[in-house]
């Protein structure tokens, strides 16, 4: 079945410092989608992309996805506290549900 | 607008008991989906429904796992008996359709001791 993975698993930065995940699918998809977990919290939509090399951008949080549509990237551009959490990305590929990865964890230090 | 509801918040049972969960989801959602997250890994879906009708169960362990959609609305999610392993947190979500962004309730955080 569809695969999704990311890497890295976690990672620790010093607030001010970029952050990028990255996001790779066993099989091409139709759209990828990236959520933002708080600790204790639930799954928060960010965004969705669908068009091969699209890029979207919101405030410091910038979104790829890649020619051939079988990866993507989350990249934070001078972390906050406020960044803290888990960011998954799922794939969606044909008539499949939604496959999730396992998240990569995000700790900032002020 | 309301979001996703779900209840209980917190289950704790032994392990062979029984439990139910329930999700109400955002109104006008026609797809349902039941997840659960085991600590320190992304939500695996359980069950999609679209309205009434299941979408996909393929990693529903039906033998002690179901779940309905009644009217197409509110959803129930049942686990009997209950194992050691199914300690996690289950998420209910919404969305307008297949494809679409997802709505996730606060999850029910389930301990089968």
């Known amino acids: 079945g569809q695969q999704v993975m990311q890497i890295p698993q976690y990672q620790h930065v010093q607030e001010g410092e970029d952050f990028t995940t990255y996001c790779n699918s066993s099989?091409?998809?139709?759209?990828i989608q990236w959520y933002k977990q708080r600790p204790g919290g639930h799954p928060v939509f960010l965004i969705q992309?669908?068009?091969?090399?699209e890029v979207k951008k919101q405030k410091r949080l910038t979104f790829q996805f890649g020619e051939a549509k079988k990866n993507s990237s989350l990249h934070i551009t001078a972390t906050q506290t406020t960044d803290v959490g888990t960011y998954f990305c799922?794939?969606?590929?044909?008539?499949?549900?939604?496959?999730f990865g396992k998240g990569t964890m995000l700790l900032v230090s002020p | 607008e309301a979001g996703v509801a779900q209840s209980p918040r917190y289950k704790i049972i032994e392990k062979r008991q029984s439990v139910a969960f329930w999700c109400n989801p955002i109104?006008?959602?026609?797809?349902l989906y039941w997840y659960q997250q085991i600590l320190g890994q992304g939500p695996k879906l359980l069950i999609q429904?679209?309205?009434?009708?299941?979408?996909?169960d393929s990693q529903l362990p039906k033998d002690r796992f179901s779940a309905e959609r009644l009217k197409g609305v509110d959803s129930t999610l049942k686990i009997q008996p209950a194992k050691l392993e199914d300690s996690a947190v289950y998420l209910c979500?919404?969305?307008?359709?297949?494809?679409?962004?997802?709505?996730f309730g606060p999850g029910t955080r389930l301990t089968v001791t």
């Open positions: 979500a919404s969305s307008l359709g297949w494809g679409n962004e997802q709505y």
């Open positions: 099989t091409t998809l139709s759209n």
């Open positions: 992309l669908v068009k091969s090399g």
């Open positions: 799922a794939g969606l590929s044909g008539y499949s549900t939604l496959t």
């Open positions: 109104s006008g959602h026609a797809t």
């Open positions: 429904f679209q309205n009434n009708g299941v979408v996909d």
